[in-house]
T-cell receptor, first 112, second 115 residues
Framework: GQNIDQPTEMTATEGAIVQINCTYQTSGFNGLFWYQQHAGEAPTFLSYNVLDGLEEKGRFSSFLSRSKGYSYLLLKELQMKDSASYLCAVRDLAGGSYIPTFGRGTSLIVHP | GAGVSQSPSNKVTEKGKDVELRCDPISGHTALYWYRQRLGQGLEFLIYFQGNSAPDKSGLPSDRFSAERTGESVSTLTIQRTQQEDSAVYLC?????????????FGPGTRLTVT
């Protein structure tokens, strides 16, 4: 498997910045996705990284370092509605499959 | 436009019964995926359909699980002789195809409870 590792839970204060890390092990890396999942709802796409560097999209940014097998999702100006689970998913072509493998997700709790 | 839809939204069944879950992908999406998500866990891949190619069944946990897809439209996931460990949310997703950056669009899921 891809051995995707994320923290189980994080807490942060409204208005602050939080960084959610994801580490992985692959032999045929071919892209990393971040999804947001509110409780009882379906995951929704946030970002996609395949090259090293930072991708910025509004209050959310995602970073990738392929050599380190590392990504992070950065959330700025946190809002209460950002309380959700954040899923890291990695595509590894080594097994001949294009299907991303998901980590267990990081539950983010934003408090006032 | 319409997103991915799934039915039923909730299903309670007795152990040993068969269940059938339905997924309607976004129109024009050639790829369709089924995942299982147990409480507090990540998404566990079950099966994948891409166009008219043979499905990737590598994630199906046992021969009690099967799925079909009609062309590039509706898919059904069937679980025979359900067991309590089958209790989970079953998520369906679709995407435009196999291109690297194509993100998956998820349906709201079917919450299955086996008593």
């Amino acid at each position: 498997g891809q051995n995707i590792d994320q923290p189980t839970e994080m807490t942060a204060t409204e208005g602050a910045i939080v960084q959610i890390n994801c580490t992985y092990q692959t032999s045929g890396f071919n892209g990393l996705f971040w999804y947001q999942q509110h409780a009882g709802e379906a995951p929704t796409f946030l970002s996609y990284n395949v090259l090293d560097g930072l991708e910025e999209k509004g209050r959310f940014s995602s970073f990738l370092s392929r050599s380190k097998g590392y990504s992070y999702l950065l959330l700025k100006e946190l809002q209460m509605k950002d309380s959700a689970s954040y899923l890291c998913a990695v595509r590894d072509l080594a097994g001949g499959s294009y299907i991303p493998t998901f980590g267990r997700g990081t539950s983010l709790i934003v408090h006032p | 436009g319409a997103g991915v839809s799934q039915s039923p939204s909730n299903k309670v069944t007795e152990k040993g019964k068969d269940v059938e879950l339905r997924c309607d992908p976004i129109s024009g999406h050639t790829a369709l995926y089924w995942y299982r998500q147990r409480l507090g866990q990540g998404l566990e891949f079950l099966i994948y359909f891409q166009g008219n190619s043979a499905p990737d069944k590598s994630g199906l946990p046992s021969d009690r699980f099967s799925a079909e897809r009609t062309g590039e439209s509706v898919s059904t996931l069937t679980i025979q002789r359900t067991q309590q460990e089958d209790s989970a949310v079953y998520l369906c997703a679709s995407s435009k195809g196999l291109s690297n950056s194509y993100e998956q669009y998820f349906g709201p899921g079917t919450r299955l409870t086996v008593t």
